[in-house]
């Protein structure tokens, strides 16, 4: 067990000031990096050493004493190791005789008698670069069955490939009825099977409205031929599903895309297959042998048997997902000719489902692919924690090195957000959290990153920012559970204020189609409705306008520099600059009106302390007031529950 700080020693550091660390976040390999210890007081006896740790190699670096105002200052040079990688690192001092440690996770250190936690610092490749598209991005997630009908009749034409193929298939004829959530008539289990036509065509029809947003890249959850409507499943990665349309449509919609400034990134499910497909074909629905009819078929090698042909390896135990070996050739080869199929249908960006259970080879390889076919299609990854500090598969995962993956769905965003307006975080543990993020991955990567308050996965947002509770809950009793007035009234003040955080911060916002409209829903399959066409919140979908078409259109919340700060326990602010142009969105989560000052002083953590500054003068997007700075300190009130989103009108 770890020993409490020893209080009477005054040493310090912090990992997120330019003067204890310099420069800033994650380095680039043999890039020179500068740290310094602080000291209060000191016997004349007195070292201190910095230790290091870098791929089971450790090395100790003596310190150079300097004295300060108060105190002395102990500084360290190192160089970054030449291969990407995590080092680590905390101090040891040695006072008279007693050794002493310091360290820390990020920020603040503390002080221990022995065995310290330790900052780290993420070293990636320098040739690590992303699309420059990237930078101005505005991200839309549609889940194809649920987003829009084109044609009711021809929707139930293109069901009957299934039915003929003998699969449970329920057909929603009412678009706005609720989702299937219980075993069909006659069944023992429940099936993800009810579809409700949504389709490519549809996503065509919908491009103006999608325009309107702002939206520039549209990812789409899995299209290809599936017996699930969340597709998942697939049984053939060259196919379109037919209810969704045909290849044509697909070609059809990056183009119309293309025209109106927007970019298709597909789902990639190369983890596993659905057991109901061409590759595994258990129940011989397809011609030719799968793996599952012969161990002479040419996929066999794609499957782990343990006794062949029902005893298989399959994903978290469900035996209609049977698992591939990722690392088989025929297999890389096969899913890089998939890559290349779709990239010349339009197709250049992908998402990886569980980015976590493919190899690093199988990443790399597709990584590799991508960009000989499209340098500026981008690979995201689905990892749900520190992409840059993930271990899985028996080791740390290299997915901020470079060569890897653009970057990654941000669910720590997600839930650092989502816990500040519910009340499980305070504003200084936001920014702490959101500033550890910063700190921790390369800034290519950093602004890749696809910022998401939901997902298909997840809760709806404005159901979760409604206090919804439905720890333990089933299926059926999810489907029972009805919010009050007054919680979706209170939900709904705080998504303005989740997605003015969203649209302000670094990376690309990503809206979980028809959060902007105002939908509700539980976990699956109550977060994948349908889009409620007719009946949007228009108060949420005005306020989504607004900020999207102030994001396109600002460089400073794009690209800008950025700080991330807490006034207290309640208000969060976020502060953009690019050239003339500064951005400061301030969000209140409290139940009072409270008055603010922002100064440049509340700029000191990060790499972009001391380049920030406070404009003159202000107009907030919302209100249209003006706001005025003095002396280089900005007071605002901010209502209860309520948020600025303050634009520059003249210079410092």
């Known amino acids: 067990m770890r020993k409490a700080p020893v209080l009477r020693y005054d040493i310090s550091h912090h990992s997120r000031l330019l003067s204890d660390r310099f420069p800033q976040g994650a380095l680039k390999c043999g890039q020179k990096a500068e740290l310094a210890l602080h000291v209060a007081k000191r016997s004349n006896n007195f070292e201190a050493f910095l230790r290091t740790w870098f791929n089971g190699r450790t090395h100790t670096i003596s310190g150079r004493l300097y004295p300060e105002e108060n105190g002395s200052r102990v500084l360290f040079s190192l160089e970054m190791p030449d291969e990407p990688g995590l080092l680590w690192y905390s101090f040891l001092v040695n006072d008279n005789g007693r050794n002493i440690c310091c360290g820390g996770i990020s920020g603040e250190s503390g002080i221990f008698e022995c065995d310290p936690p330790a900052f780290r610092i993420t070293v990636y490749d320098a040739a690590m670069t992303v699309p420059d598209w990237v930078y101005d991005a505005i991200a839309y997630q549609i889940f194809p069955d649920r987003f829009f009908r084109s044609n009711a009749e021809d929707f139930i034409n293109r069901a009957a490939h299934h039915k003929a193929m003998g699969r449970s298939v329920y057909l929603h004829e009412n678009w706005n009825e609720p989702v299937l959530y219980e075993p069909l008539p006659g069944s023992k289990f429940y099936e993800p099977c009810d579809f409700f036509g949504g389709d490519l065509e549809g996503i065509i029809q919908k491009l103006p409205y999608l325009q309107s947003l702002g939206i520039s890249l549209l990812y789409l959850n899995p299209v290809f031929e599936s017996p699930s409507n969340h597709r998942y499943n697939t049984s053939d990665y060259l196919k379109i599903d037919p209810i969704l349309g045909g290849e044509g449509d697909l070609k059809k919609l990056s183009e119309k895309a293309s025209e109106s400034g927007m970019r298709l990134m597909l789902d990639g499910v190369f983890s596993h297959t659905g057991d109901d497909s061409v590759y595994f074909n258990r129940y011989g629905r397809y011609g030719g042998e799968g793996a599952y009819r012969s161990v002479r078929s040419e996929y066999y090698p794609w499957y782990d048997f343990k006794n062949w042909p029902d005893d298989y390896r399959c994903w978290w135990g469900f035996k209609t997902l049977p698992e591939v070996n990722e690392t088989e050739p025929s297999y890389i080869e096969f899913i890089e000719y998939v ?230 326990g309640d208000v969060f602010f976020i502060a953009r600059e690019f050239g003339n142009e500064s951005v400061i969105a301030a969000v209140n989560r409290g139940e009072t009106e409270i008055k603010i000052h922002i100064s440049v002083d509340d700029f000191f953590e990060g790499e972009d302390a001391g380049k920030l500054h406070v404009f003159k003068a202000y107009r907030d997007i919302f209100s249209g007031k003006r706001v005025l700075s003095k002396n280089g300190r900005l007071s605002a009130v901010l209502a209860p529950l309520s948020g600025m989103l303050l634009e520059s009108t003249e210079c410092v």
């Open 339 to 568: 890559l290349t199929y779709w990239a010349e249908r339009g197709v250049t960006s992908w998402r990886l489902d569980v980015a976590d259970e493919l190899p690093d080879d199988f990443l790399k390889a597709l990584y590799k692919k991508l960009k000989s076919l499209d340098p500026d299609g981008l690979l995201i990854g689905e990892v749900w924690e520190d992409a840059s500090d993930k271990f899985s598969m028996g080791h740390r995962r290299p997915y901020t090195d470079g060569g890897v993956l653009d970057s990654v769905t941000n669910y720590p965003f997600r839930s650092a957000v989502l816990d500040f307006l519910t009340g499980g975080l305070n504003a200084f543990g936001l920014s702490d959290a959101l500033h550890s993020l910063r700190e921790a991955y390369p800034k290519p990567f950093y602004f890749s990153l696809l910022n998401i308050l939901g997902s298909h996965d997840t809760e709806r947002a404005l159901s979760v920012l409604s206090g919804a509770k439905i720890d333990g809950l089933n299926r059926k009793q999810q489907a029972c559970l009805k919010l009050t007035e007054e919680q979706v009234s209170l939900g709904k003040k705080r998504l303005k204020l989740a997605s003015l955080i969203q649209f302000a911060s670094p990376g690309i916002p990503c809206v979980y189609y028809s959060d902007e409209a105002g939908a509700l829903g539980f976990c699956d399959p109550f977060n994948r409705g349908t889009y409620p066409w007719g009946m949007e919140d228009e108060d949420i979908l005005a306020h989504y306008r607004l900020i999207a078409c102030k994001r396109r259109e600002s460089n400073a919340l794009k690209r800008g520099l950025c700080a991330f700060g807490a006034k207290s």
